[in-house]
């Protein structure tokens, strides 16, 4: 088996509600346990991070599916590497929406995540690691 992870970002066409984004990680967590795909997924003010974890054809299928979604736009992919083993094994998908209260807690990723815009992960992909780890012990729902 070779794990791979793929991270992306994108800007929502819509408003997202709690309940909407509930719906949404449902739905992603049933399809990722039948693909075996684990990830995390940041959600603030309308800009989407996203980690998929899994089999390499797997998660690039899923990338291309969740590239076509007309909820969002922009979709820039940060990076996508082999990895020795997932960053986000028991998750199918963990989730945090990130507030002015997550910011504040967090030195060092104030400034650029108060106003987050694909083209900066474009340009600094070990930041999309970063902030991804730092979310992982931060489960919102």
């Known amino acids: 088996m070779s794990l791979n992870c793929l991270v992306y970002?994108?800007?929502?066409?819509?408003?997202?509600?709690?309940?909407?984004?509930?719906?949404?990680?449902?739905?992603?967590?049933e399809k990722n346990e039948k693909l075996s795909i684990t990830g995390m997924l940041l959600y603030r003010d309308g800009f989407f991070m996203q980690?998929?974890?899994?089999?390499?054809?797997?998660?690039?299928?899923?990338?291309?599916?969740?590239?076509?979604?007309?909820?969002h736009r922009d979709v820039l992919?940060?990076?996508?590497?082999?990895?020795?083993?997932?960053?986000?094994p028991d998750w199918t998908m963990g989730f945090n929406k990130i507030d002015e209260e997550c910011l504040d807690s967090i030195d060092g990723?104030?400034?650029?995540?108060?106003?987050p815009t694909p083209e900066f992960f474009k340009q600094k992909a070990s930041e999309a690691e970063a902030v991804l780890d730092q979310f992982k012990h931060q489960l919102f729902f």
């Open 9 to 29: 970002v994108s800007l929502a066409n819509q408003e997202m509600s709690d309940n909407h984004l509930q719906s949404m990680l449902k739905k992603a967590r």
């Open 51 to 71: 980690a998929l974890e899994g089999e390499l054809k797997d998660i690039e299928d899923l990338f291309n599916t969740i590239s076509q979604d007309q909820r």
């Open 77 to 88: 992919l940060i990076y996508k590497k082999p990895i020795q083993q997932r960053g986000f």
């Open 109 to 115: 990723y104030t400034n650029f995540l108060k106003n």
